[in-house]
């Protein structure tokens, strides 16, 4: 008898951590999927925006002067390829990024898009999924 409580007990305390799991990355999640939805639809509008503007390509240089300024006065980590950024951060800072790179990464990176600027959206994307995941595990 005591063998049969010995797995139940060891198959209820699987299935309780399972259930733990599945909603916290369910959580993170939808945290995650909700903030880079944010991210692409206010890209998708501020191309629009600044496309409708004549001389439109006269913006890019101005644009990346204002990445430039922003990325470096507010969040130095926002530089350079998201993806990149994010694996260095796994394994060398157990997964810590700043803050401050949440929202810089995605003002810096629509201004840079919006105004014809070269960069990728998958970068981003991954910096500000693991931003808000720092920002969620502090709580």
């Given at each position: ?11 209820v ?24 939805t944010?991210?692409l ?5 501020s ?43 796994v ?11 949440v929202?810089?990464?995605?003002l ?32």
């Open positions: 008898m005591s063998v049969i409580k010995h797995v139940v007990a060891e198959h305390t699987i299935l309780v951590s399972m259930t733990k799991w599945f909603i916290y990355s369910a959580l993170v999640g939808t945290i995650i999927g909700i903030s880079t944010v991210f639809k206010l890209l998708g509008w191309t629009n925006q600044v496309q409708m503007a004549p001389h439109h390509l006269l913006f890019l240089p101005v644009m990346l002067l204002m990445t430039q300024w922003l990325v470096s006065r507010f969040a130095p980590d926002a530089k350079g390829h998201g993806t990149e950024k994010v694996i260095e951060a394994h060398s800072r157990k997964g810590k990024i700043a803050l401050a790179v929202p810089v990464k995605l810096g990176t629509v201004l840079t898009l919006a105004g014809g600027g070269s960069a990728g959206k998958e970068g981003p994307c991954a910096q500000i999924g693991l931003g808000w995941l720092r920002l969620w595990l502090i709580f």
